[in-house]
């Protein structure tokens, strides 16, 4: 595990008990799951790299727009599906067919994987990396080394 990625997971378990809220990623108060790897990466780096235009909870979905993807590709390092590692992000595709709209961090990898995410009506937690999880995950995500 890289000292990034540990620190990665230091912050966003300081965010678990934070409220659902679209589009909010304020600690405590209320994060969705890009608000959560916004905090995350403000918990390392200081300022966002780029200012988060409005969303709406389907991400582009109607227009099958890969949105979220490409934004994390841009702010990201994109790392291989293959073996996950504590701290990286993980990008899901929630339904066959459907634009990838939910993120995580790895917290734990095997034989207890988990990944902590913003989840609807749950808010910021620290859930188990299942199976049924796993098969969703599309695209594998590295936060770029902390700036001194």
């Not at 990625?5 to 890009?34: E, F, K, M, N």
Request: aromatic content about 8%; charged content about 20%.
């Amino acid at each position: 595990m890289s000292a990034t990625g540990a620190a990665a997971v230091v912050i966003a378990r300081r965010w678990i008990g934070t409220p659902y809220l679209h589009q909010a990623s304020c600690l405590g108060a209320g994060a969705d799951c890009l608000g959560l790897i916004r905090g995350v990466w403000r918990g390392l780096n200081g300022c966002e790299p780029a200012d988060v235009p409005a969303y709406t909870p389907d991400w582009s979905e109607p227009q099958r727009d890969e949105r979220l993807w490409r934004a994390a590709a841009a702010h990201l390092n994109t790392a291989p599906l293959g073996d996950l590692a504590p701290g990286d992000v993980v990008l899901f595709r929630m339904r066959d067919g459907s634009v990838a709209k939910h993120l995580g961090i790895v917290g734990r990898v095997a034989p207890d994987a988990t990944f902590i995410h913003a989840y609807t009506g749950h808010g910021v937690v620290e859930s188990p990396l299942s199976l049924p999880w796993r098969r969703r995950i599309v695209a594998r995500f590295e936060f770029p080394d902390r700036r001194p």
